[in-house]
């Protein structure tokens, strides 16, 4: 088990730029494969992104492929979003996510943050 916080969020305006960072608790992250999901109001929890335990691989959904990057560093026990060109429709709770395995689904994922606040005002 690991122990997530996320940080980062808050109040932007469309085309602006948001960095999430998420802290992950004990000396083991780098066996951990680690998502990014969003939840949007009334909506269902949504994958963002994934990265491989080593970084070497990621993979988007679509609706950020281009705008989004997710990257990790091992030694700080940390992955990022950086989130670049935001849309009103970005606007949800970020949730980061650590898996044993690849997955690009909510239940594929077993420890997760209590999630941070991302608002795109139009």
């Known amino acids: 088990q690991v122990q997530l916080v996320e940080s980062g969020g808050g109040l932007v305006q469309a085309g602006g730029s948001l960095r999430l960072s998420c802290a992950a608790s004990?000396?083991?992250?780098?066996?951990?494969?680690m998502g990014w999901f969003r939840q949007a109001p009334g909506k269902e929890r949504q994958f963002v992104a994934q990265?491989?335990?080593?970084?070497?691989?990621?993979l988007y959904a679509d609706s950020v492929k281009g705008r989004f990057t997710i990257s990790r560093d091992n030694a700080k026990n940390t992955v990022y979003l950086q989130m670049n060109s935001l849309k009103p429709e970005d606007t949800a709770i970020y949730y980061c996510?650590?898996?044993?395995?690849?997955?690009?689904?909510?239940?594929?994922?077993?420890?997760w943050g209590q999630g941070t606040q991302v608002t795109v005002s139009s």
């Open positions: 004990g000396r083991t992250f780098s066996r951990y494969v």
């Open positions: 990265i491989s335990r080593s970084g070497g691989s990621t």
């Open positions: 996510a650590a898996s044993n395995n690849l997955a690009s689904i909510p239940t594929g994922y077993d420890d």
